[in-house]
C-alpha cells in the first residue's frame, strides 16, 4: 500500500518552490535594474513626493511577468503598478527598488524587496542588493541565509550598548520625531541612510536596531522573515507582530531583549 504524504512533507516541498521562485523573481529584479544605475534615466516625482525611475518600473514589470505565469492564482501588491488579485490568500508584495533616492545618487544601499504573505502574514521575505551581489532570504520555520549561508544577529541586551538606524529623520512625522529622539541619547551610536540595507545589517550582525515610522506594507513585509530567521524581532511600536494591515511603524532588533526597553522610550 503506498504510503501517503504527510503535510509536513507537502509544506516543506512548497516552501522550497517559493524560495526557489522569490530568487529567480530577485534574479531578474536585478538584471532589469543594473543598466540604469549610474546611468542617465527617467526620473519622475509620484503624488506623495517620492522619485520612481523607469528602473523601478522594468523590475516589477520583470517580476509581474514571471509571477503571472508562474502562480496565476496567488495575488500582487507592487510599489509601482499596484494590486491584482489582491484578496487572495497567499499575495506577493514587491518593493522593486526601496531606496530609490540612494538608487538616484548612484548609492548601492538600496534593494530589492520581495515578500510572500500568506493569510496576512509575511511567510518569506528576499533583500536584494542587484549591485553588490548580497542577498538575504528567509522564511518561517527556517533559519535566514545571507549569500548561501546561515545569517546570524548579534547579542546586545543593554541598549546602552547598541547601535541603531534610520533612513531620515524626515521621514518621521513630528511626534514620531520626538518619540525616537527620546531613544538617541540612550543607545551607543545612530547612523542615518539605508533603507531596507539596515535591516539586513541588522540580520548579519552589523547593528543592533532599527526604528522607522510610516511605512507601507510593500516596505516591509520582506524584513520581517529576515530579521526574524536570523534570530532578531520585528515588531510595530506597540510590540504587537508586524502583519499586512500593520500601520507601519516598526521596529527591528536583532537581540528581543532591547524591545522592553525600546518600547518604553517610544511611547513614554
Keep these: 500500500m503506498p504510503r501517503s504524504k504527510s503535510p509536513f512533507s507537502s509544506s516543506r516541498k512548497k516552501l522550497s518552490a517559493d524560495l526557489a521562485l522569490a530568487s529567480r523573481l530577485a534574479d531578474a529584479a536585478g538584471a532589469a535594474i543594473r543598466p540604469y544605475f549610474r546611468s542617465a534615466f527617467g526620473l519622475e516625482m509620484k503624488a506623495d513626493a517620492t522619485p520612481v525611475t523607469l528602473a523601478d518600473r522594468a523590475a516589477e514589470a520583470a517580476i509581474r511577468a514571471i509571477l503571472d505565469v508562474e502562480r496565476p492564482d496567488e495575488g500582487i501588491i507592487g510599489e509601482e503598478y499596484g494590486s491584482t488579485r489582491e484578496g487572495a490568500s497567499r499575495v506577493w508584495v514587491l518593493d522593486p527598488i526601496d531606496g530609490t533616492r540612494s538608487f538616484v545618487g548612484g548609492r548601492p544601499i538600496f534593494g530589492t524587496l520581495i515578500a510572500l504573505i500568506e493569510d496576512g502574514v509575511p511567510i518569506l521575505g528576499l533583500i536584494d542588493q542587484p549591485i553588490s551581489g548580497e542577498r538575504w532570504i528567509g522564511a518561517a520555520g527556517q533559519g535566514t541565509l545571507f549569500n548561501g549561508a546561515p545569517a546570524n544577529t548579534r547579542k546586545c541586551a543593554a541598549l546602552a550598548h547598541a547601535v541603531q538606524a534610520t533612513t531620515s529623520p524626515a521621514a518621521f512625522s513630528a511626534d514620531h520625531l520626538r518619540a525616537f529622539e527620546r531613544l538617541i541619547p540612550a543607545t551607543r551610536d545612530t547612523l542615518y541612510g539605508g533603507d531596507c540595507y539596515n535591516y539586513g545589517l541588522v540580520a548579519i550582525g552589523q547593528i543592533d536596531i532599527v526604528v522607522e515610522s510610516g511605512l507601507k506594507v510593500h516596505d516591509f513585509a520582506a524584513l520581517v522573515p529576515v530579521v526574524e530567521g536570523a534570530g532578531g524581532i520585528m515588531r510595530d511600536w506597540q510590540g504587537k507582530p508586524l502583519t499586512s494591515t500593520s500601520e507601519g511603524h516598526v ?17 513614554a
Design 251 to 267: 521596529i527591528a532588533c536583532g537581540d528581543a531583549e532591547l524591545l522592553p526597553h525600546i518600547l518604553e522610550r517610544l511611547n
